[in-house]
């Protein structure tokens, strides 16, 4: 079989299961394409060797009675993996291999799958472009000078390129949807608690959850159930019974309420998006769904919170970093203060460095209730919104991104411009709710667009369900040149 | 609120990271902007609202006090960049 990297992970799953291929085989399908796919730079790490020892001895002995069996899945490199390097896209951890795995990868190890590789992103997973990272731009597949989006853009990049058959993210303002949106992929940002945020090199730990990006939404289903769960050593974990979200996912969603919020159309969004918006509300329609107009008043105010909110949370998950009992170390300063300041002046990227001078800035004295709790506040009204229109509909459905992949460099010295990206992702952060993106379409230049759908919190099914029905509908066909392998 | 040079500095000392000075002004005029479009949330009276600090509903678990680990000290010790057998090795603090 010689596309195997081209099928969907449900389709893989079957194939192994069927006995018509060995997870050998799949393995080296996709370590192949990660050789061909230098181009892209969405790794960080291989683990070829061990990824095809861990195919060899699953086909010697293999067992189907779990959800990955034999499967091969590439994962940000922000998830720390025992004994292998785990960078967080950082100089300061360049070196640094836990050994500890963070819950979700173990999580996915359980249920039969092993590592292939760790995939570039943002510094600790702050940006929007992948320009931030220690290990260079990633590039999108759909085009040669474009960014992934980002934070988890090696992951979008590979997924995509189909360098691994799914892979995981983390989405903190829109880390896991927005580049999912800019390459044509599916992502998913759970409620806030469904996943463990144990082992995950830590940003905004109010907002922080990884999640499944994959190609298809059934595939989508499938991963999150295999992530999800209570796990103690996550305060913040909540405990409910696993959901089976794979065996549950239906395309029949008559009599559904989906919301549209008139906050979501901005100002200078390209009429392609609109467009998009409009498509995604009649396909809807037509399968039976029913379209309400709805009010979220303080859309505007969810960026502005969100950077006071993130950056202080940041300024202190950051403040572990100083140089002595892990990562990088300064050699220059003559006393431990100064070793201190030169480890994070060397050892942080600008943007990190920026985001943690504005987070220590909100929460200083004199400034924290001007600034800190009145972002909370703020929070608290946001999150009011969504709760007051939860009460009238299912679900929501708005654009993804304000726009479609840009180039390299294009925002880069444009802060707000950059932060502006994440405008439609960055409410659902911080009301802790779930949401998925999913390709809908392409702009003049056929680059991917995506519609986003936001559910009620623990409500992951229905949106899965809205997005799987959508999906059928939409049909968005991939189109690769794959430039990257000229 | 403007952010000039001085703030900078000053909360750069509190946050331990030593900024070029080549780098300040760029610095300055970034965060600016940025504290610029984050004032946008002074537009709204909140003087009713409560802050809202976490999004669960429950409080956090306690649970109880017994140690589950220990005996990891060297692979704790692994990664420090500078360490003598059992100690992280840091410059001098005492004279």
Redesign the interface.
């Known amino acids: 079989m010689t596309d195997i990297t081209k099928k969907s992970l449900t389709e893989i799953i079957g194939l192994l299961k069927k006995k018509e291929i060995k997870s050998e085989e799949v393995t080296k399908s996709f370590i192949n394409n990660i050789e061909k796919g230098k181009k892209l730079n969405s790794f960080i790490t291989n683990c070829n060797d061990q990824a095809l020892e861990k195919a060899k001895n699953f086909d010697k002995n293999p067992k189907f009675d779990n959800l990955l069996p034999g499967v091969p899945i590439a994962v940000k490199d922000l998830f720390c993996t025992k004994g292998i390097k785990t960078t967080a896209g950082s100089k300061m951890l360049e070196n640094?291999?836990p050994?500890y795995e963070s819950t979700i990868t173990n999580n996915l190890w359980n249920e039969g799958a092993f590592l292939l590789g760790k995939l570039n992103c943002d510094e600790y997973a702050m940006g929007s472009s992948n320009e931030t990272s220690f290990f260079g731009n990633v590039i999108n597949p759909i085009a040669e000078n474009t960014v992934p989006g980002g934070s988890s853009g090696g992951s979008a990049s590979a997924l995509a390129a189909e360098l691994t058959p799914t892979t995981i993210g983390t989405d903190t303002g829109g880390s896991i949807r927005q580049p999912a949106s800019f390459t044509g992929t599916v992502g998913l940002k759970p409620t806030?608690?469904l996943c463990s945020r144990w082992g995950i090199v830590a940003f905004a730990s109010?907002l922080d959850q990884a999640g499944p990006m994959t190609r298809t939404v059934e595939d989508c289903a499938l991963m999150l159930e295999a992530m999800s769960g209570f796990d103690?050593k996550d305060?913040?974990s909540?405990n409910k019974k696993k959901e089976n979200y794979s065996k549950n996912l239906t395309k029949n969603i008559k009599g559904l309420k989906i919301g549209i919020p008139k906050e979501y159309r901005v100002d200078g969004m390209p009429n392609e998006i609109e467009q998009l918006w409009e498509n995604g509300k009649k396909l809807l329609k037509d399968v039976g769904a029913e379209i309400i107009d709805i009010s979220l008043p303080?859309t505007?105010?969810a960026?502005?919170?969100y950077?006071?909110v993130a950056p202080a949370e940041a300024?202190s998950n950051l403040?572990r970093y100083?140089?002595?009992?892990?990562?990088?170390?300064s050699l220059k300063?003559?006393?431990?203060?100064?070793?201190?300041?030169?480890t994070?002046?060397e050892g942080?990227g600008?943007e990190v460095?920026?985001r943690?001078?504005?987070g220590?800035?909100v929460l200083?004295s004199g400034y924290y209730d001007?600034?800190y709790?009145?972002?909370?506040?703020?929070?608290?009204?946001i999150?009011n919104d969504f709760d007051q229109s939860f009460k009238k509909v299912d679900a929501i459905l708005t654009p993804s991104t304000p726009s479609a992949a840009f180039k390299i460099n294009e925002k880069k010295d444009d802060?707000?411009s950059m932060?502006l990206n994440d405008i439609f992702t960055v409410p659902v952060n911080l009301?802790?709710i779930p949401a998925i993106s999913i390709p809908a379409g392409t702009d003049a230049n056929n680059f991917p667009l995506g519609l986003q759908l936001i559910g009620k919190p623990l409500d992951e099914q229905k949106i899965l369900n809205i997005a799987f029905a959508a999906e059928k509908k939409i049909n968005f066909k991939q189109n690769l040149n794959r430039w990257w392998e000229k | 609120?403007s952010i000039d040079k001085d703030?900078?500095k000053h909360?750069?000392k509190?946050?331990?990271?030593?900024?070029?000075e080549k780098?300040i002004d760029s610095?300055t005029k970034?965060?600016s902007?940025?504290?610029k479009?984050?004032?946008?949330?002074?537009e709204?009276n909140?003087d009713k609202?409560?802050?809202?600090?976490?999004?669960?509903n429950e409080p956090?678990?306690s649970?109880k006090d017994v140690i589950n680990d220990g005996k990891i000290r060297d692979?704790?010790l692994?990664?420090?960049?500078?360490k003598n057998e059992e100690f992280?090795v840091?410059?001098?603090?005492i004279e």
């Open positions: 640094f291999i050994n806030y608690g109010s103690k305060s913040t909540i303080n505007k105010y960026l502005p919170t950077y006071i300024s403040a100083d140089g002595v009992k892990y990562g990088f170390r300063g003559d006393n431990l203060i100064e070793m201190y300041e030169n994070r002046s942080f600008d460095k920026r943690i001078l504005i220590t800035y200083s001007a600034y709790i009145k972002a909370q506040k703020v929070r608290q009204l999150k802060p707000i932060y009301a802790g | 609120m703030k900078i909360v750069s509190l946050a331990r990271i030593s900024v070029d780098k610095l970034d965060i902007s940025i504290f479009f984050i004032e946008q949330l002074n709204l909140t609202v409560k802050p809202l600090s976490s999004i669960l956090l678990r649970r692979k704790i692994q990664n420090s960049p500078n992280f840091v410059p001098k603090v």
